[in-house]
């Protein structure tokens, strides 16, 4: 089988190692060094308490060229103040004169506990043990994946290939994400690599558009990360023409970029922590599209409607209520909501069905809530999971 | 030991009987019944999709007098439609005739099960049978502190008594409350009986004022309900001055209503579905009044700080990466946070501390979050509790 992981697009080298920074001693740390500095794109968390390395981040891809990614799992440097940045730094320059580039040519990602200061030992060993193993093996684009898991039970991973003037184009991604999930910018670590040959502004116009059709739509615990972040790099080793402007390859290569992004938001929907089942959201018929994120994230939000989703009880008056107290209008006379395709609730009243063939269906891995507000023409949907006793056991028991 | 039950202001009797609403076949249905109509003030959920209860409640209440309270558990008559509004005006309609005043007199509440016909052929012989043993007597106080329970494991009571102009003023609690709890106006049922003499606009006024620092100050799940009511009936029986004005008897009596339903608030809170813990969260040094809810709110809406809460886990990083997040204006040079009284992270900086000892506070039945925001004079507080295994099973195994 053709490698599908984010060494496939050309021009990218990867490793992931074992640096120590895992209690588990699993592997933690990764890096992806392109062959030249790629056009990059970025986007971040929007909470005020973010980590040291969004700070750097958000400044060294401002110019649109980034050549390595630095990532580890174990330590999210956040909320460790100034100490915090200047190892977030270190780590940049540190991987920078081994390649003989400048620092801000580097961008630096890392993901686990809030408050405890980076091992910076432990650190410094693991790039170069990664620099030792680097190469752009299906192997590495797997272990990559690995390196940046924390409670995550899958590793996850997206590919989609098009054709470009004529040129096979690829676009692979991977990201990491199962708890502090909520849709407020990427709210995880995703990285895609792209041979694809795209202007930064073009990159950058479409990583934000499909992002917030994409990762944004997700929330396992609505509690915003303090260390997202989407990060597409395009070596455009590909041979396209550049694309330049929103002309029909800009369309091919979004929907590409989509397909990716989309695939990895709902794995992590599906892996979130404890999860048991998928939930996509639907609102329809909402007067408009903040009415119908309101009422999208009251459902989601709602620890009574997601722990009904754990017990595949067609609970329908939780869904409803949400949506009173949501703030979205609504006309009564019309709300109607479904279940696992079935009609519970419509027109304000209450529908006979059969509970038990209804609650088999909610025991399928993935399935569908939908509910028209029947006061307009807007919608919006957010991926989401039951909320189980495996997430209790596995929040209440991770120590600080 | 003196009567503290809501049968112990002058003027009231009490009824809870059995009638077979709950599946459990517990105490479910109870009466208040005062001699003569009572001024009376209410609050009620704010959610748009609320029970044809709720409907009938405003409109009853609306001139300031009551005479007659119905309470059911098991099934809260919400989502219901037309069906559900008229079965809830022919229970006032049945009381009113035993009573030979107007159905206009008589206020009705449910809780239980959303989206469900209330069993109207119940309730009818429960009605009649609640007539044939309503007294004065604290067991029947007691009793119907019982029957308004749903998934509460314990029963809520409170009393004050007070002097006014020499009189002796009595003002006795009791509420039910125990999931979907959100502070967004009462959240829960709440009855409240005193024989205070005072005018039924200066009764509404001290409630909403009471209410809003108490009821609407309790978070369990953030999922407002569709039931949520709380009611003050004074029988004028104390034979203290007429309240009428905002003079220092007022002052008073409304200390002891704030009195009383603190205590109940309180109650709600460490009865919270699956509670181990109650936690109060104080955000200090706000901006505005706006930004300390805000910052409360999000720290309390957090399951990933409430399963830390479960775990006993001083997790800090939660608590101020939801601050992060909360939208409310901070200082980070100054945000400093203090769990179970120990400062765990000062201006910006984790604190060195020990985690062991701090667990071990974490494990007491009840404690305090305190946040600095560094940025103003406003403060907030919530009343929550921590989110365990045991809610998850309560919620996900209750079946529709």
């Known amino acids: 089988m053709a490698n ?18 895992k209690a588990s ?3 933690d740390l990764g890096l992806i060094i392109a062959d030249k500095p790629c056009n990059t794109a970025g986007v971040f968390t929007t909470n005020k308490i973010c980590s040291a390395t969004i700070d750097v981040c958000r400044s060294h891809v401002s110019n649109g060229k980034i050549q390595a990614v630095f990532v580890n799992a174990g330590n999210a440097n956040a909320a460790t103040g100034q100490q915090g940045l200047e190892d977030a730094q270190t780590i940049c320059t540190q991987i920078a004169s081994k390649l003989n580039i400048k ?4 961008m630096v990602n890392s993901t686990g506990i809030i408050g405890h200061f980076m091992p910076m030992d432990k650190v410094a060993a693991g790039i170069d043990k990664a620099f030792d193993v680097i190469n752009n093996s299906e192997t590495n684009g797997l272990e990559f994946s690995q390196a940046i898991m924390t409670t995550d039970l899958t590793q996850k991973l997206a ?12 676009v692979a991604g ?11 910018m990427a709210t995880m670590l995703g990285f895609v690599t792209t041979d694809a040959d795209i202007k930064p502004a073009m990159l950058k116009k479409a990583l934000r558009e499909v992002a917030s059709m994409t990762f944004n739509k997700v929330s396992v615990d609505n509690h915003q990360s303090t260390n997202d972040s989407l990060i597409v790099m395009a070596s455009g080793m590909a041979g396209n023409n550049e694309i330049a402007a929103e002309d029909e390859n800009y369309q091919i290569f979004k929907k590409a970029l989509w397909q990716v992004c989309d695939d990895l938001a709902r794995q992590i929907a599906a892996d979130g922590e404890g999860a048991t089942c998928a939930v996509t959201v639907r609102v329809n018929s909402a007067a408009t599209a903040k009415d119908a994120t309101k009422a999208v994230r009251a459902i989601v939000d709602s620890p009574l409607v997601r722990t009904a989703f754990n017990g595949a009880d067609p609970n329908w008056g939780r869904i409803v209520s949400a949506v009173g107290y949501s703030g979205a209008k609504f006309d009564l006379s019309k709300l109607t909501c479904k279940i696992a395709g079935k009609v519970v609730y419509r027109n304000g009243q209450p529908v006979k069905f059969d ?11 993935a ?9 307009g023409q807007a919608s919006d949907f957010c991926y989401t999971c039951d909320l189980s006793k495996g997430y209790v056991t596995i929040n209440a028991d991770y120590h600080t």
Do not use: C, Y
């Open 159 to 170: 590919f989609k290939q098009i054709k470009l003037d004529g040129k096979v184009v690829k």
């Open 355 to 365: 509970p038990a063939t209804l609650s088999a269906k909610m025991k399928h891995p």
């Open 4 to 21: 599908k992981t984010i060494t496939s697009p050309r021009g990218f080298r990867v490793a992931a190692v074992k640096a120590g920074i």
């Open 174 to 184: 991977t990201a990491k994400g199962s708890g502090m999930i909520a849709p407020n």
């Open 25 to 27: 001693g699993n592997l």
């Open 103 to 106: 620092s801000s040519d580097v």
């Open 367 to 375: 399935w569908l809530v939908e509910v028209d507000l029947g006061a």
